[in-house]
């Protein structure tokens, strides 16, 4: 009944035709406001999952390291016990040391990482190769994969393929380090080129795990860690969970959200921002329906009075008109989502508005639409439009009853 009330006073003629005006400017205020929350939240969707795509290739699923030192003893056994457990699709060990790379004049410091066979299957650097081929070569000639960065630092070419670069590793049974002794060195070949994002392609290149295990001295069970790939549906905390019970507290166990969790953490910061900005700004918007229901409580002084005659109580002529404010926001909420579908749709098929510059990996706003961010949004223009409405619709509740012949 209250609604039926509400609805005859929306679509009702006003004698005052600047009720009207009002009214549909509150609703095109609410709309607009409602699609730029429902565009923006989607653009920080849509770079969120651009940066999760470029990080994912490099950060596996779960990451395994020593709590304490450079390397952990995992045999046999323990491995099998690993790959046992459910939800992991699979498992890569690796030994990481910072080296030294020589190409005549040029040197630079890089993270040089022995990787075993199966790495490829828990990560996704072997897709980023800009020149030659992901080939690590063996223990006798090995091979690397250097970041752009690094290749540009130090000349490795993949073409050249008489011209190695000599590598400096930590001779870890040195006692003096200031000594001839203090590094190991070997030639190192460049077979490819990868970039995936100026933070890895500056810092790491990848060689095969036997020839840093030899370089390092290590034994053939002794690692830097282990990455791990989980099944398709499987979250991460819960496989987790059982490795740290499986490793003990020697073990680090981080999923790849915890890998990163400065970078994801500021963006889900800047995102709430955003919406708290956003959410204020659609606040000031509702100003105009406080506007609109104070006039149309002015306009139906005598309806109310004669409510009040039949009976009606103040709480009933104040949902009324609090229904009268849920019926503006209904129909700007929903054309802004409207509007905001269509928009995101237009983006995301035809690239309309462009990344200025030229250095992106993108040339255009990515656009990811999310249902959350709907049904947020719409709860957000629900609870602003209640809080507006309430002082007109209380206003109206305390009229007196004044019924003239």
């Known amino acids: 009944m209250n609604l039926l009330f509400a609805w005859r006073y929306f679509k009702s003629k006003k004698s005052t035709n600047a009720i009207n005006i009002i009214a549909w400017i509150s609703v095109l205020a609410i709309g607009i406001g409602t699609a730029a929350l429902i565009i923006v939240l989607s653009v920080f969707n849509g770079f969120e999952g651009l940066v999760k795509s470029m990080y994912g290739d490099f950060y596996a699923d779960i990451l395994v390291l020593p709590q304490k030192g450079k390397f952990i003893e995992i045999p046999m056994d323990k491995k099998e016990q690993i790959n046992r457990i459910q939800g992991i699709g699979g498992s890569a060990f690796f030994v990481e040391e910072k080296a030294v790379l020589v190409n005549d004049d040029y040197q630079a410091i890089v993270y040089l990482r022995g990787i075993d066979s199966a790495y490829s299957n828990v990560n996704g650097i072997n897709k980023h190769i800009l020149e030659g081929s992901f080939d690590l070569g063996n223990i006798e000639t090995p091979y690397m994969v250097a970041g752009a960065g690094i290749s540009n630092a130090v000349g490795a070419d993949p073409e050249n393929k008489l011209g190695g670069m000599v590598v400096y590793l930590p001779n870890r049974k040195s006692n003096n380090f200031s000594s001839l002794d203090a590094m190991h060195s070997s030639t190192i070949f460049t077979s490819g080129i990868f970039s995936v994002q100026q933070e890895f392609d500056d810092k790491y290149a990848f060689t095969n795990l036997d020839f840093m295990q030899y370089m390092l001295d290590l034994k053939p069970d002794e690692y830097s860690g282990f990455e791990i790939a989980l099944k398709q549906g499987v979250k991460p905390e819960d496989v987790q969970k059982k490795l740290q019970e499986l490793l003990g507290n020697a073990f680090k166990v981080q999923t790849r959200y915890e890998q990163n969790q400065s970078l994801f953490s500021v963006m889900q910061m800047e995102k709430?921002?955003?919406?708290?900005?956003?959410?204020?700004?659609?606040?000031?918007?509702?100003?105009?329906?406080?506007?609109?229901?104070?006039?149309?409580?002015?306009?139906?002084?005598?309806?109310?009075?004669?409510?009040?005659?039949?009976?009606?109580?103040?709480?009933?002529?104040?949902?009324?008109?609090?229904?009268?404010?849920?019926?503006?926001?209904?129909?700007?909420?929903?054309?802004?989502?409207?509007?905001?579908?269509?928009?995101?749709?237009?983006?995301?098929?035809?690239?309309?508005?462009?990344?200025?510059?030229?250095?992106?990996?993108?040339?255009?706003?990515?656009?990811?639409?999310?249902?959350?961010?709907?049904?947020?949004?719409?709860?957000?223009?629900?609870?602003?439009?209640?809080?507006?409405?309430?002082?007109?619709?209380?206003?109206?509740?305390?009229?007196?009853?004044?019924?003239?012949?």
């Open 272 to 405: 709430w921002v955003i919406y708290g900005i956003l959410s204020l700004i659609l606040g000031v918007a509702a100003f105009n329906m406080i506007g609109a229901l104070t006039m149309l409580v002015l306009e139906k002084q005598k309806d109310i009075s004669v409510l009040k005659a039949m009976g009606a109580s103040n709480n009933r002529i104040q949902n009324i008109f609090l229904n009268e404010g849920f019926l503006l926001a209904l129909f700007g909420g929903i054309g802004g989502m409207i509007l905001a579908l269509i928009i995101c749709w237009l983006q995301v098929h035809f690239k309309l508005v462009g990344l200025q510059g030229g250095s992106f990996i993108i040339d255009y706003y990515p656009v990811k639409i999310s249902i959350t961010d709907f049904g947020l949004v719409g709860f957000t223009v629900f609870f602003i439009s209640v809080l507006a409405a309430w002082l007109p619709s209380r206003k109206a509740a305390q009229q007196d009853l004044i019924l003239k012949s």
